[in-house]
């Protein structure tokens, strides 16, 4: 892994990752201090850890974990407190440094899942609340072993209808400040089904995921993952977010979705012209 501090620098300056993970989440590696050196190396100005929270009782593929000193814990809300804590202790210390530390989380939704969410934010009050779609009826759509199995159960209509119920639901739940990588199944939903899927999540974006999305003031992020994935765009990708802009979807974040300390602002020079300027960070 490089050394975070030998990164190159963004050329434009006072941007915000609002979407890292660390290695408290079970797919990154990194510690919190190693990427707040990444991003005041980069040149940010904020950064936001929003770790993994996976707690779908019925997930096809098992239970859902947090690391914990590289040891696996149950996804349960006490097993995230370290974590918490240790996001808490690196605000304080990098304050000084110019980099402003925020504690937020990835929830992965599943149904009926609104009183988790509450519950979880009622406990330790997070600054940035993220929804993350990731299964299509209790099976991964996004893990490459588990892809294949899970959109090989629908056509890519159904697939894309049961996707467009999942984010509609978590935007009118009013819990979460952003759905996170809009167009996220395109990553394995593409070569699956081709690129008709794109037409019909263009469709299904125009006709219900942008109303619900504006009714209940829910954000949208930029995801720049994609760029570094054989779709080479954005999440969503660019077509889509000159249409979700033109419907008034308020695009507020910028995410590396970074899963190691050098994805840190990954791709910002470009993706920042997508977003408004610097001070539209603080959800409202």
């Not at 990427?35 to 098992?62: M, W």
């Not at 504690?103 to 600054?127: I, K, P």
């Not at 609340?129 to 991964?140: A, R, S, T």
């Not at 089904?193 to 009714?215: C, M, N, Q, T």
Request: hydrophobic share 40%; glycine share 6%.
């Amino acid at each position: 892994m490089p050394d975070p501090d030998s990164l190159e620098p963004l050329h434009v300056h006072g941007l915000a990752d609002y979407h890292c993970h660390c290695d408290y989440s079970i797919d990154a590696t990194g510690t919190i201090e190693e990427y707040c050196r990444a991003a005041v190396q980069r040149g940010l100005v904020e950064i936001c850890f929003t770790t993994h929270y996976d707690s779908n009782p019925k997930s096809i593929d098992g239970p859902s974990f947090i690391s914990i000193n590289g040891k696996r814990k149950p996804a349960i809300p006490e097993n995230l407190k370290p974590y918490v804590d240790d996001v808490k202790r690196a605000a304080d210390r990098f304050f000084s440094l110019g980099l402003v530390v925020k504690l937020g989380v990835e929830f992965g939704w599943y149904a009926h899942c609104e009183e988790a969410v509450a519950a979880l934010q009622n406990q330790f009050r997070f600054d940035y609340m993220l929804c993350g779609i990731h299964e299509l009826d209790n099976l991964c759509f996004c893990y490459y072993k588990t892809a294949a199995e899970s959109l090989a159960r629908f056509s890519v209509g159904e697939a894309v209808a049961r996707y467009t119920d999942d984010i509609v639901a978590a935007a009118n739940c009013g819990l979460f400040h952003t759905i996170a990588h809009l167009d996220r199944i395109r990553a394995h939903g593409v070569p699956f089904y081709g690129p008709v899927l794109d037409d019909l999540i263009l469709e299904s974006a125009k006709d219900r995921i942008f109303p619900a999305l504006i009714e209940s003031g829910t954000c949208l992020e930029v995801n720049t993952s994609g760029m570094r994935q054989s779709l080479k765009d954005f999440y969503p990708r660019i077509k889509l977010i000159n249409a979700a802009r033109r419907a008034g979807v308020d695009i507020r974040y910028l995410g590396s979705d970074a899963h190691t300390p050098e994805d840190v602002g990954a791709d910002f020079d470009q993706a920042s012209a997508l977003v408004p300027p610097t001070g539209s960070y603080e959800p409202d």
